[in-house]
């Protein structure tokens, strides 16, 4: 956690980056609207800047160079902030492990998510697609948002969870469903407001729809452990990990890492697809190139084929880049004598690579307003260069995961179906659980099914 900026002397503060003051306002106002916000602050400072917030200080890097230093260095800690999501992912999740603990559960969790893993997972994904598919009526408006939540939803309740009846699958659905309502950003922006206010407050609804989902965890993990042989699923898999010595993880260990898969997966996923059909319905080019790579592999396309397409992977990435989920990553100083960029920074501030300005910069991206995926033909990027899922040492660790599910969903809807929809221009970027998302959640009405 980074230290208030109350609590470092006036020579450290006044070694750091130039910046804004108030931090309240600057909380606020980054809150409110994150790309206006990082425009204001490059347009007056350039591609550093220091940044007062609520929860400590910031130095925000805007830059792929700095980026890529931060990306580099060994001496930094857990992100910025991450104590205020302790309580709803748990103190085991990776994305908040430290040191030899976090080399150790990584190297423990890795092997679930390498290349045969995910052939495994493939088909599962295309009939959770075909199954919200075949709910869609021709001539009927719907909405992307929803529809690709379901899908993301089911993926990981079956997936990774392991849940198979269709009775479990529902109590499942119905516990992420009740919990995720209940996760307000404001929450955990701010750790302050984590109070329970007699139990009438939101911090307290959304520790009781926890409670409920994890009863429902912990009873899959205790029949999961019973009915090992032939499972495919996470949970299976994690359950049989095992470390040098011998040592798996502890049942509370295995409920936060299923906990961080769906916070981590699930909305993030469901966004990401909805700002991709929203693309290919504004670019009507684009989406009859990714239809005429898609149709020769037939009706029912290996995953493989699919995941392998060019132009396939290059709009998924295309999307990310454009509309990455998160605006940036974090990394916390845990020495005393820091240097970057030429400044001593304190032990306790935290360093922050902007994915948002990094995405936007003319130096890495020719006119990177505009949304092109034949960049990705042309150019390999390098992992400093687009962040969409973080990098170096802490790297999603699902993000080959995600991207997979991506390719699977829209090659196996686009070639089927014209949608028609009332977007015409770019749609506004809004805050939503904590990711930034459509404003607009995507409405279309299927016109035509080309296929089944």
Not at 242 to 266: E, I, P
Not at 420 to 427: N, T
């Amino acid at each position: 956690m980074a230290v208030d900026v109350t609590h470092a002397n006036r020579s450290q503060l006044a070694s750091l980056p130039p910046g804004p003051r108030i931090a309240p306002l600057q909380s606020f106002r980054y809150f409110r609207d994150p790309f206006g916000y990082y425009d204001e602050m490059k347009a007056r400072y350039g591609d550093l800047f220091t940044m007062p917030t609520m929860n400590g200080t910031l130095i925000i890097a805007m830059s792929a160079d700095h980026v890529k230093d931060i990306l580099g260095r060994r001496d930094l800690a857990v992100g910025f902030g991450f104590g205020a999501i302790e309580p709803v992912l748990g103190r085991g999740s990776l994305l908040l492990s430290t040191g030899d603990r976090h080399r150790r559960d990584r190297k423990l969790l890795s092997p679930t998510f390498h290349g045969n893993r995910m052939r495994a997972y493939a088909p599962l994904v295309i009939e959770c697609t075909e199954h919200e598919f075949k709910g869609w009526v021709d001539g009927r408006e719907f909405c992307v948002r929803d529809a690709m939540e379901n899908i993301s939803i089911e993926v990981i309740i079956r997936a990774a969870f392991g849940v198979q009846s269709a009775e479990r699958v529902l109590a499942f659905r119905t516990a992420i469903r009740e919990a995720i309502l209940e996760v307000n950003p404001a929450i955990l922006f701010f750790k302050f407001l984590q109070r329970d206010f007699w139990g009438r407050g939101p911090w307290s609804r959304l520790k009781r729809k926890l409670e409920r989902l994890d009863s429902l965890i912990y009873q899959q993990i205790e029949q999961s452990r019973n009915v090992l042989a032939g499972r495919e699923d996470m949970l299976s898999r994690l359950l049989e990990a095992r470390d040098d010595d011998g040592t798996g993880l502890d049942d509370k260990a295995l409920r936060d890492q299923l906990v961080t898969f769906l916070f981590a997966g699930h909305e993030t996923t469901a966004t990401t697809l909805s700002w991709a059909f929203a693309e290919a319905i504004r670019h009507p080019a684009m989406l009859k190139r990714l239809r005429d790579e898609i149709v020769p592999l037939g009706p029912s396309p290996d995953p493989k084929a699919l995941a392998e397409l060019p132009y396939l992977d290059a709009f998924c990435l295309e999307t990310l880049r454009t509309h990455p989920i998160l605006p940036e990553f974090f990394r916390t100083v845990a020495t005393d004598d820091c240097e970057f960029a030429g400044y001593p920074i304190p032990r306790g501030v935290s360093l922050a690579g902007s994915i948002l300005m990094v995405h936007r910069d003319e130096r890495v991206y020719d006119d990177p307003l505009r949304f092109e995926p034949q960049r990705f033909v042309d150019h390999n990027y390098s992992p400093h260069e687009f962040l969409t899922f973080g990098g170096g040492q802490r790297r999603c660790i699902g993000a080959a995961f995600a991207t997979q599910e991506m390719k699977l969903v829209l090659g196996t809807i686009l070639p089927r179906v014209d949608l028609d929809s009332k977007i015409a221009g770019p749609l506004k970027t809004v805050r939503r659980n904590g990711t930034l998302a459509p404003e607009a959640d995507v409405p279309v009405r299927v016109v035509r099914r080309i296929d089944g």
